[in-house]
Nanobody, 126 residues
Framework: HVQLVESGGGSVQTGGSLRLSCVAS????????MGWFRQIPDKEREGVAA???????RYADSAKGRFIISLDNARNTLTLQMNSLNAEDSAMYFC?????????????????????WGQGTQVTVS
């Protein structure tokens, strides 16, 4: 069972950038499918980007060309570089993991396929 702690959220102006980090403990995250999700009140949690243990990467359409997900195995850390931010990116961002899920199983980045979650970090773009 891996524990996840996110950081790096904050307030930024439209067009700005943020870099989110998710530090894992308890296991090596290279063995997991790792994902970033976001959620605003009264809305379902949305998959933003994911990388699985085979190295496959998937982005939501809203993230393509602006966000970059990466995995630092040496630091057991997942990051999300977010560029060209706009107000629609404002949300609570969560890091998640699952030991068995692979991106080729399904389309998209469904939250239901991830079993372990961090507490989230807030991103506000104005």
């Amino acid at each position: 069972h891996v524990q996840l702690v996110e950081s790096g959220g904050g307030s930024v102006q439209t067009g700005g950038s943020l870099r989110l980090s998710c530090v894992a403990s308890g296991d090596t995250i290279g063995r997991y499918c790792m994902g970033w999700f976001r959620q605003i009140p009264d809305k379902e949690r949305e998959g933003v980007a994911a990388i699985d243990s085979d190295g496959n990467i998937r982005y939501a359409d809203s993230a393509k060309g602006r966000f970059i997900i990466s995995l630092d195995n040496a630091r057991n850390t997942l990051t999300l570089q977010m560029n060209s931010l706009n107000a629609e990116d404002s949300a609570m961002y969560f890091c998640a993991s699952d030991p068995g899920f692979r991106l080729w199983f399904v389309q998209g980045i469904p939250a239901a396929n991830f079993r372990n979650w961090g507490q989230g970090t807030q991103v506000t773009v104005s």
